[in-house]
């Protein structure tokens, strides 16, 4: 987190890179993956081995995520969430 004050300020940073791998996804019909969700993955999966990253390493591993990925771990928090049907009147 070299020269960033806080993840947020990184985040905004990298968010360019992030918006592109959505639209490239988006391209070949993966639309429900969110520039939230590869951020979420490569933070909790890649970043935290690595120390002193660099922001150009950061937008590489972006833009080279493999689609399998974060198509699995998306799934995978999908699986996870309580989905049933909503029948009250609120």
């Known amino acids: 987190m ?3 004050t806080s993840l947020e300020q990184l985040y905004k940073r990298v968010k360019p890179a992030l918006k592109s791998k959505c ?3 988006q391209r070949i019909g993966i639309d429900f993956v969110t520039e939230e969700d ?3 993955y490569l933070k909790e ?3 935290c081995k690595g120390n002193n990253l660099t922001l150009g390493e ?6 080279t995520l493999r689609n399998t990925d974060i198509i699995e771990y998306v799934q ?3 699986k996870d969430m309580k989905r049933e049907v909503n029948v009250s009147n609120n």
């Open 2 to 4: 070299d020269g960033f």
């Open 23 to 25: 639209k490239d996804l």
């Open 38 to 40: 590869i951020w979420n």
């Open 45 to 47: 999966n890649i970043w």
């Open 58 to 63: 950061m937008v590489n591993d972006i833009m």
């Open 76 to 78: 995978n928090i999908m």
